[in-house]
């Protein structure tokens, strides 16, 4: 606990019927009504604290949001982690980072953290962890707030780290460990940020460079940043973050989707060294990669409406020949799998 308990709120949870489902998380996605202020260490916090789930961040409260979910499996059947809490949360706990570490105490097992630009099949990834039984969560968003975040030069640099760790630790105690935490594509700008706060492995996630841009382009189209300059950038910046990544000594591992594709073991080999595959494992795998992991969503197959036509392609092969980091490709061995 905090070494002087803090003052905490208990609340009620509405979501607002104007919320963007695939939108970032903010603290005002839920109206909050009857609320009650205890201490951060009172009971009723602490005796169920492995049932409250990171939502969002009140930096100039100096506050996190904590949907509360008695059952483990609230968050099966959907994609990602914060629609399942927009869904489902009634009540939730509002702690002040100084709580965090004390609430949320290091367990010394470190989580893995999946890395991607998008369309490089993490969610597929996300799916073949559940279907083994391995601790894991898709998207919380809680780590998205670190991406917006890096513009605001009056952060204090301790409270990111706080809040970190106290995410990661709480999504451990709910789901279990070692913990494995697929995150959204915009992340990977917080790569290296999340990976000292956490001390976590990380994987990266690519795919072949034009079937990425073809895909990314049939799933979201002309939006503002699937330009061709655009889509060359990110891919390019995915490649630095991996260097900045190996370069500070966290040993990131990289896995390329094709390969997850011919082998059902791949990514397990990645995120947990060794792992042994049981017969009804090797089934549930091949049961997964049967169906479309984003199915029902807009950016499923089924939802995929636009094409690339030849000239925008010839225009991003263009872009990224102006952008290719090839020092890195060839350090990393990487220039003819992209």
């Given at each position: 606990m905090a070494r002087h308990p803090v003052p905490a709120e208990l609340v009620d949870l509405v979501l607002r019927p104007d919320v963007d489902p695939y939108a970032f998380v903010a603290m005002d996605d839920f109206s909050t009504s009857g609320s009650t202020t205890c201490a951060s260490d009172d009971p009723r916090i602490v005796h169920c604290r492995n049932d409250l789930v990171p939502y969002a961040v009140d930096w100039k409260r100096r506050q996190l949001l904590?949907?509360?979910?008695?059952?483990?499996?609230?968050?099966?059947?959907?994609?990602?982690?914060?629609?399942?809490?927009?869904?489902?949360?009634?009540?939730?706990?509002?702690?002040?980072?100084?709580?965090?570490?004390?609430?949320f105490p290091d367990s010394g097992v470190r989580p893995t953290f999946l890395f991607s630009i998008g369309r490089c099949g993490s969610t597929l990834a996300a799916d073949l962890l559940d279907a083994v039984d391995m601790a894991s969560a898709s998207e919380p968003g809680?780590?998205?707030?670190?991406?917006?975040?890096?513009?605001?030069a009056w952060l204090n640099r301790s409270d990111r780290a706080i809040v970190l760790r106290a995410t990661t630790r709480a999504l451990s105690g709910f789901l279990g460990e070692p913990l494995v935490v697929k995150l959204r594509s915009q992340c990977t700008l917080a790569a290296q940020e999340i990976a000292r706060a956490t001390q976590g492995r990380c994987v990266m996630i690519l795919r072949a460079l034009e079937p990425w841009a073809m895909s990314t382009y049939r799933a979201f189209g002309k939006w503002p940043d699937n330009r061709p300059?655009?889509?060359?950038?990110?891919?390019?910046?995915?490649?630095?973050?991996?260097?900045?990544?190996?370069?500070?000594?966290?040993?990131?591992?990289?896995?390329?989707?094709?390969?997850?594709l011919r082998d059902l073991s791949v990514l397990l080999r990645a995120v947990a060294a060794g792992q042994d595959l049981?017969?009804?494992?090797?089934?549930?795998?091949?049961?997964?990669?049967?169906?479309?992991?984003?199915?029902?969503?807009?950016?499923?197959?089924?939802?995929?409406?636009?094409?690339m036509c030849t000239d925008i392609l010839s225009e991003f092969r263009h872009q990224w020949e102006r952008l290719a980091p090839?020092?890195?490709?060839?350090?990393?061995?990487?220039?003819?799998?992209?």
């Open positions: 904590f949907t509360a979910h008695p059952a483990r499996d609230f968050a099966h059947g959907h994609a990602f982690l914060y629609q399942a809490q927009r869904e489902q949360a009634k009540r939730g706990v509002l702690l002040s980072f100084d709580a965090l570490p004390g609430l809680v780590y998205e707030q670190f991406v917006a975040g890096r513009r605001m300059d655009e889509l060359a950038w990110r891919y390019a910046k995915a490649i630095k973050v991996f260097h900045a990544l190996a370069r500070e000594g966290h040993r990131p591992e990289l896995v390329w989707y094709e390969d997850m049981s017969e009804a494992q090797k089934q549930a795998l091949a049961a997964t990669y049967g169906r479309d992991s984003q199915e029902g969503l807009s950016i499923g197959r089924a939802g995929s409406r636009s094409t090839s020092r890195l490709l060839e350090r990393y061995g990487i220039a003819d799998r992209v």
